[in-house]
Each structure stands twice: as C-alpha cells, then as structure tokens.
C-alpha cells in the first residue's frame, strides 16, 4: 500500500493531533484554529531587525551599533506558544505539513520587499544532520518556493567544528557564528538573496550566512523566518502607595 494511502487510512482512525494544544485537528492542519488565532504576531518592527516595538524604527537597541551584513531581517510571529511548539516538531519530528504550514504564514504576511531573489537555505550543523537527518530551513525554503515560484539554492555550506548555537549565550552566539559559513559559489554577481531559516535568535547566523554570500558578488541580502525569539522588558515595579 503506497504510503500515502496508509497515512490517509490511518488519520481516519488516529486523527493528527494539534502540534500545540494535542486535540484531535481534522483539517489536515498542524495547528487547530484557536491555537493559530492565540498565536502572537509581530505588528511594528526595527526595519533593520524585525524586532517588534511600539512603532516602526530604522534601528532599534537590539541592532544599533552591529555591523549586520543583511539588508532587513522579517519573521510574521514571536517564538513562543504555538508557534514555538511548530517549529520544534519540525525540527524534531520532521513534521513536512509543519514546514508548509511556516512557508503559508510567510507569504501571506511578508512585505513585499522581503521576498525577491533567490531563496537560500541557512546550512545545518553537522550534528542536528547526524540526528535528524534533515535540514528543517531547507525544507521550509522549498516550501516557499512552491507558494512564491522563487527558486532554491543551496549556496551555503557550514565548514566543520564550531559549537551548536542552541543553548549558547547571546553574546557566545555572536562569536560562535562568526565565520563558519561559506559560500560555494554559484550566485550570480549583484544578483537579490533572501535568507531563510525557522527561527530568528540573535541574528548571528543569519549576519555569517549573509556575510558569506556578499563575500561571494551577491547584491542586497534579505532575511525571512517563521518566528523570532522576543526579549522580554520586566514590568515596571509600582510603589506601594502610588498610582
């Protein structure tokens, strides 16, 4: 029996399970509808960044004063809630409905600018490859390839050693990043690139990936991604008899 076959049989019986709240989801969808509706959007942003603020900024705190090799970094949500839970099985599960589910919400929401050029997967680590044996940011481009009708290219490799940004401090990211991707080559001189990986942390793999392909003749870089981690500011403390 093809497999597809099976797996139609199969969710009559167990239907698919909500990524987020693990109630049964008819529709075929990752995500039920309440979980899609909580999840948090990024409404004003840096222009620079993506980073969400109170109104749209040229440079924000978070990147004033680094030296970012992409034009513009965008992603449509905050990294948390349902959106935190779609990635990670993604990433995990290798959940491809999830990847399609990500490369919908892009499209539907980008700004117009963000999606022009070539779109180039962010290279995985050695070590997630070993263990999942797939690249979630490659399978997410080529999903928003078959919604754009933008072409894939594989023009970034990561060379060997260097640590996993998971778990890494925000300045040890920085450092770590630096410098561990390169081009292949392949990119046509002054020729539009868009970035595209599933979460946007600190931005630093996304500056290397974007250094490395201006360092290969490519013209302005771009960046997309599904969700961004969101630094919170701590609430503001009241005295104790003042309003």
């Not at 008819?26 to 309440?34: A, E, F, K, N, T």
């Not at 490369?103 to 070993?130: K, Q």
């Not at 046509?188 to 600190?202: K, P, Q």
């Amino acid at each position: 029996m093809p497999g597809s076959l099976a797996r139609s049989l199969l969710s009559l019986v167990v239907p698919p399970l909500c990524v987020a709240c693990r109630e049964p989801e008819l529709s075929g969808s990752p995500v039920c509808p309440p979980c899609a509706a909580a999840m948090e959007a990024v409404g004003p942003c840096c222009r620079r960044c993506g980073a969400p603020l109170p109104c749209p900024v040229a440079a924000c705190a978070e990147c004033r004063g680094r030296r970012l090799a992409f034009e513009r970094a965008w992603a449509p949500l905050a990294y948390t809630g349902a959106a935190r839970a779609l990635v990670l099985a993604v990433k995990g599960r290798g959940l491809s409905r999830g990847a399609s589910y990500m490369a919908d919400v892009i499209a539907c929401r980008a700004p117009p600018a963000m999606l022009g050029g070539v779109l180039v997967p962010v290279p995985p680590h050695a070590e997630r490859m070993r263990r999942h044996g797939q690249n979630q940011a490659r399978e997410l481009a080529v999903a928003l390839a078959r919604v754009t009708g933008l072409p894939v290219r594989d023009l970034l490799v990561r060379r060997p050693g260097g640590l996993r940004q998971v778990g890494l401090e925000r300045h040890a990211r920085r450092a770590n990043a630096r410098g561990w991707i390169e081009s292949r080559g392949g990119m046509r001189a002054g020729a539009r690139a868009v970035l595209v990986d599933d979460v946007y942390t600190t931005g630093s793999t996304l500056d290397a990936g974007a250094a490395a392909l201006r360092r290969a003749g490519s013209g302005p870089v771009t960046a997309v991604c599904f969700a961004r981690a969101v630094r919170r500011r701590p609430p503001v403390a009241q005295s104790a008899g003042g309003a």
